[in-house]
């Protein structure tokens, strides 16, 4: 029992230190943040720091999978490399569910998305990460005969960042069960996600 104690309060620890970076990244800008500062405020030292993550670079990085975690991780559920209408159906719900539950990460996620420079410090990880979700998708419309599958599935990814954006930016009156039941109205047929 005692291993998993361990496990589980390291889990904690690098959840509360990749919160922290992730607010110090926002507030005071990804390149002036130092391992000092961010040490500084878990009240810890950087060596400790560092013994979760080795610089502040992985830091980074971690944040960006988690945010591909959150909103990607729905996209093939029983992870056959296909894509059913149904799990199309449990995708786009997992994505909304995703950005309504983890409201506060994304609110500082894009905030850091939108600092200078910071993208071109990912881009490839992530593109390498999500581009293998995407081609499900691609297949997927392949099948379904869209014109375009390749557009259609950027289409519906820049639609659904642009719904998460403004859902973030202003979540109080913004119609974002209107916007879901949009979107799944312009993928899934209207018995597959009827009540």
């Known amino acids: ?65 988690e945010a591909v975690h959150l909103v990607f991780d729905g996209i093939d559920p ?25 409201l506060e990460f994304f609110r500082l996620f894009y905030s850091l998305r939108f600092q200078p420079g910071v993208v071109a410090l990912y881009k490839q990880e992530l593109l390498e990460i999500v581009n293998p979700l995407l081609d499900i998708l691609v297949e997927y419309f392949e099948k379904e005969g869209a014109e375009n599958p390749k557009m259609e599935t950027r289409f519906l990814a820049s639609m659904l960042d642009g719904i998460a954006m403004n859902y973030v930016l202003e979540p109080e009156g913004y119609p974002i069960d209107a916007m879901q039941h949009k979107v799944l109205n312009m993928y899934i047929k209207k018995e597959e996600y009827e009540e």
Do not use: C, W
Request: charged share 30%; hydrophobic share 40%; net charge negative.
């Open 78 to 102: 029983n992870q056959d490399g296909k894509l059913q209408e149904v799990e199309l159906l449990f995708f786009i719900n997992d994505y909304f569910d995703s950005v309504e539950k983890n």
């Open 1 to 65: 029992m005692a291993p998993k104690k361990n496990t589980s309060s390291e889990d904690l620890k690098r959840k509360e230190i990749l919160n922290t970076a992730l607010e110090i990244f926002v507030r005071d800008g990804y390149f002036i943040t130092t391992g000092a500062d961010i040490a500084s405020a878990l009240e810890i030292t950087e060596k400790d720091l560092f013994q979760y993550f080795e610089t502040k670079e992985s830091l980074l990085h971690t944040v960006v999978a």
